[in-house]
Antibody, heavy 115, light 112 residues
Framework: EVKLVESGGGLVQPGRSLKLSCAASGFSFNDYWMGWVRQAPGKGLEWIGEINQDSSTINYTPSLKDKFTISRDNAQNTLYLQMSKLGSEDTAIYYC????????WGQGTLVTVSS | DVVMTQTPPSLSVAIGQSVSISCKSSQSLVYSDGKTYLHWLLQSPGQSPKLLIYQVSNLGSGVPDRFSGTGSQKDFTLKISRVEAEDLGVYYCVQATHFPDTFGAGTKLELK
């Protein structure tokens, strides 16, 4: 069974950093592109970015390129999202998703940016 | 960025009814490889999104054939035949042809 489990969310002060993780199981992690999508409270979905199998290609939505960094550890079957300079606009549920067709999603982890 | 326009924003349906949701893009979604990377997702209440249809018309794993997708270029449609209670939620189209990927605003399917 394909499983994606995000972790690392929580309450963080404005201007601080936070690193999210997505633990993958049930499939060959290093065979797939992986990505991050977020959803602000009561809003729609926003694509953050994606990373290919060997981390040689990483794409970000332009508005987040200078704040967020996507990485992966294929030995640990884990995807990461490093977020910096967080603001209230970054408050959202953060999902990881498998592949370029969004075939599988995790349950999400809530990040709340507030003082 | 490619703008994805979904209509209607909401739909009220009775169980057993058939419905269609439209998704129009601001640019053609045909990629240089000839494929069209337009997908449909369903987010049930309190849940994470789930893939329903990929590349316009291909059913995702475990998705019942009551769901079907059609369309080409800039105009796409998701059809649900014989709506069941488990189909309620918000439907999103997403394009992955042009960078960055962009989502429609969603169509909320509710019970009449």
């Amino acid at each position: 069974e394909v499983k994606l489990v995000e972790s690392g969310g929580g309450l963080v002060q404005p201007g601080r950093s936070l690193k999210l993780s997505c633990a993958a199981s049930g499939f060959s992690f290093n065979d797939y592109w992986m990505g991050w999508v977020r959803q602000a409270p009561g809003k729609g979905l926003e694509w953050i970015g994606e990373i290919n199998q060997d981390s040689s290609t990483i794409n970000y939505t332009p508005s987040l390129k200078d704040k967020f960094t996507i990485s992966r550890d294929n030995a640990q079957n884990t995807l990461y999202l490093q977020m910096s300079k967080l603001g209230s606009e970054d408050t959202a549920i953060y999902y990881c998703a498998r592949g370029r067709r969004f075939a599988y999603w995790g349950q999400g982890t809530l990040v709340t940016v507030s003082s | 960025d490619v703008v994805m326009t979904q209509t209607p924003p909401s739909l009220s349906v009775a169980i057993g009814q058939s419905v269609s949701i439209s998704c129009k893009s601001s640019q053609s979604l045909v990629y240089s490889d000839g494929k069209t990377y337009l997908h449909w997702l369903l987010q049930s209440p309190g849940q994470s999104p789930k893939l329903l249809i990929y590349q316009v018309s291909n059913l995702g794993s475990g998705v019942p054939d009551r769901f079907s997708g059609t369309g080409s270029q800039k105009d796409f449609t998701l059809k649900i035949s014989r709506v069941e209670a488990e189909d309620l939620g918000v439907y999103y189209c997403v394009q992955a042809t042009h960078f960055p990927d962009t989502f429609g605003a969603g169509t909320k399917l509710e019970l009449k």
